[in-house]
């Protein structure tokens, strides 16, 4: 890791906490110098990904095109009908080609692999914390149905003391409406 991006990260962790949305790429940090900084593989990816573009293909036409050309023609003659110069190029082309392409496949399987091992760590965590927040639901339900059930209970405490003192007023009053007659 270098420099600046540890900087970043100490930045980030203080903007955002320890939930930065790297987090699950750390355990792959020691992973980074396979296909990040060897500056032989970066050009030599760089290189294969070109091999697959319209542009060198249109190139490699053209060239291949007017090497024939010019040597049917008969403007030159270093390499005539059967093209064996031109066929040795292609040769010696895929031979460099070939481990160019693999490396650029084995730099790309390797980030995809870091990739697939941290979004699995990142579901793992989403769904820990949808555990978590189940198990605090139902605790929290738990705590509500015990608050109605003793509200229920103060309810009909209430209503038998209101019963109660109801009949209590009315005994009191039928009392002092027989003594005051």
Do not use: C
Request: hydrophobic letters at 45%; zero cysteines.
């Amino acid at each position: 890791m270098t420099a600046d991006s540890n900087q970043t990260t100490q930045a980030d962790k203080g903007n955002r906490g320890s939930r930065h949305f790297f987090r699950f790429h750390r355990p792959h940090v020691h992973l980074h110098s396979l296909f990040g900084d060897d500056w032989f593989a970066l050009k030599a990816e760089k290189f294969a990904r070109f091999f697959g573009t319209p542009v060198f293909l249109i190139i490699q036409t053209v060239i291949v095109g007017v090497w024939m050309l010019v040597n049917m023609i008969g403007l030159t003659q270093f390499d005539v009908y059967p093209f064996i110069l031109l066929n040795l190029a292609f040769s010696l082309q895929a031979a460099y080609a070939a481990p160019l392409i693999l490396l650029a496949q084995t730099r790309q399987a390797d980030r995809d692999k870091a990739h697939a091992e941290a979004d699995a760590l990142h579901r793992e965590d989403i769904a820990h914390a949808s555990e978590e927040r189940q198990a605090l639901m139902a605790k929290q339900t738990a705590m509500l149905v015990d608050l109605v059930n003793q509200n229920t209970q103060l309810t009909e405490t209430i209503k038998g003391l209101t019963e109660r003192v109801e009949a209590l007023t009315t005994e009191v009053h039928r009392r002092l409406v027989d003594s005051g007659a």
